[in-house]
């Protein structure tokens, strides 16, 4: 029987992944840029597919004096940083699915990053998660984030890389600024307990209490072309290089076991 | 509650309107874009969720351009030859399409009503017929409702299915894929109880047994996702508590072999109990009287009352058509 999947050994890659990229759109720092890293955590080949993180990466490189880079994981569970020597101010994770959440310590614990955000005083990176499933269910990460973004990008991750360049030296002014934009949850500032999987206490302080996703009319494509990807999905294509597009953001049925088509539909 | 008995239940709040591109020449200007600087091949995301119209008049014009579209899994109902000799003609190697169950009556339960048997084989046949030499099914194991009787449906459809594309002169490979059941936040099934492990193993088990001669089975079996995506995806704070425990040992261990191991179930076990908790919290059905940890979280337009709605629809075995 003929394979067409992927054999390979997970994050094992003949050269490194990063040299192996095009990436579709000009890239001009400047030393004094606040650095920010983009991690997916996942394996070079599944992770670089998820157009989401590429598209956070992409908005925050167009936030003047905002220099962004990527991280993923390979071989060995070790962090595989598109520019290891840079240790960034803020941290982007972008989750897609649950299986990658216990990856995304790994890839804090690997910058050095303390994993409770109780435990990260000033001094230590801003810690934001975002992603189709943490949008869909963030109480998870309420002890790991400082900030978590539900829904679309677009100007999500703008505004929180804006309101850190104005508030550089206070958390609480990042907070602040912050604590009413649509789609940003500040898990500081609400008390949750949940009991045998119900909710019993959840209050907000100074924030809204509802909380609704963001919304954007941006369809995410490629910025990073790269021969080491793998699209399970539609067969294993041995050193192709993959443009990616998406086309339709939810689904218009309504399977009762599926999240895709119960997605705020603008 | 009042729900008119086997009736077609239609959600009235939900909006019949996507985020959607149409536009063929504005995708294929794209595309073209992208690919000159390196891409070989176009992969669209979501088109299974799109227009057939359009979809195909995207395929039609980024081949017009010379460009090689690939596209993940298609809803069965909702294409037709025309589609499917599309994909062949790209030279794409595989199809996918998403049964879930062998069992109609489940099917139809769940949402997918034009998704029948017949359906199924006939976009098999025409499959083959455009010549793509690979398929994939995509099945769940342990769906809410699911009994003895649907699985064994469920071994019968496949091997009716790879019967069709065998006759029909299939040139690779059929491949299931099998992941267990897990309720997703937002969604009616968000109260259903989660797949068993156990007799998620014993379904792998038979469908290895009773089908590995003819098709590949990819499945979770021996996963720790199993256990950990339930506690992620139905929990609150404390879910994050325990999954730093996690970590914690798997540093531990780490600092002791100098090697990093991924997580096992014992990890998890370990860490819920670390914690206090219990893990059937996980995977037991939940009350609709009572709020779910991501009660505030509005991912969607749809009410609770309506979620809640389909569930005791689903569960009183009345069937359930979904209309989006």
Redesign the interface.
Known sequence: ????ENDRPLGQYTNNPFETE?R?YDKQHQPSDIPVTVVVPDFYHVAL?N?GHQMVEYQLNHVPGVSADRAYLSS??KLLKETPEVKPELVFVSMS???S??RS??AL?LMSIP??RQDRKEGYPLVVFGGW?V??????????ADIIG??DSEHLVTDIATAYKENRDSKQGIFDSLAEKRGIII?SRYK???E????IT?EAKGVP?????NES?V?P??WY?SPETD?N?????DG??????????????????????????? | MLVPQNVHFVLRDIKNKVRDIQDPSAVASLAEWGTKYGGDLVKLFFPANSSLIATKAIMKELMARGLSPRVGSAKAERIDKEYIGLVGKSGQEKIAFAPETGDYELRKRIGKPGMTDRVLQEVVAASIDAGIPNLDFYLIMNLPGETPDSFKKTVDLIGELHNVARSKGLKGRVRISAPNFFPKAGTPFQYAPSGGLETYSEKIDTLEKDLGEIVAVSSMKGNVDLLSQNIMSRGGPEAGIVMIEVYKKLKQKELATGQYTPDTFADWREALSAVGLNERVYFDERSTDNPLPWHHIHMSDIRLDSLKKVWDVFKDKRALFVLG
């Open positions: 029987m003929k394979s067409i095009t579709l597919p157009l060995g569970y699915y649950e299986g959440y216990l310590l790994r614990d994993l409770r499933s949008s869909r269910n963030p109480l998870p990460l309420f002890e790991i539900v829904g898990p949750v307990e949940t045998n999987g119900r909710l959840w209490s509802e909380i609704y996703p009319t369809f494509h490629s072309l699209y999905d539609i067969g294993y294509y192709k290089t993959f443009f990616s597009m998406e086309i339709v953001d939810a689904c218009a049925s309504k399977c009762a076991f599926c999240a895709s088509g119960y997605k705020k539909q603008s």
